[in-house]
């Protein structure tokens, strides 16, 4: 937001890392577990969306993996006393790896619908609530990372000169009286 500083140079601070955070498909928010204004940790659950059928399908998926890993062990070890050909290991194996393909996608797909901080910082102003529908693309909530700002000013050309990339400074704001912030020129 805009402000001015006490040496009277209009700014903008923004933050150094902001993400607006979206969603990456379809379906309806079961929770909102943040708040605006609230610190959130990198890797924070921020909103979960209705994953009853994708949980059921997970469930599933972990049964049929089971079933192909005890059928594939049997084989192999029928096979080691010559009671099945190696045609029928070689087909559980295959059974076995789709079976675990499933799992990873049904997991892939439950985890999806877990939104999380992409890294630590304030959540702004939350745009759902529980029980929204939301179509893929659509933002939920606002990341920013406040401890590293970035102050944008307009410099004199007096001064120009006298400033260099690298060079330590100090802000004061007008908004925030008595305080001063150290700062390093980056441009």
Known sequence: SAMTGTSGLDCLIEPEH????????NGTLDSVLVERGQAVRKGQLLVQFDDQ??????KQSLAELSIATANHKRNQE???????SQRSVDETAAN???A???VALAQATVDRLKV?????????????????????GADIVNIEDIDA???DFRLPERFQAKVRKGQRAQ?????????????VIQA
């Open 149 to 151: 700002v970035y102050v």
């Open 18 to 25: 902001s993400a607006d955070v979206a969603t990456s498909g």
């Open 100 to 102: 675990q393909a499933k």
């Open 53 to 58: 059928l994708p949980a059921a399908q997970l």
């Open 78 to 84: 029928l096979l080691a006393q010559k009671f099945v």
């Open 96 to 98: 076995l790896e789709v």
């Open 171 to 183: 802000v004061d704001l007008d908004a925030l009286p008595g305080r001063r912030f150290n700062a």
């Open 116 to 136: 999380k901080a992409p890294f630590d910082g304030i959540a702004g102003i939350r745009q759902v609530n529980t029980g929204d529908y939301l179509k893929d």
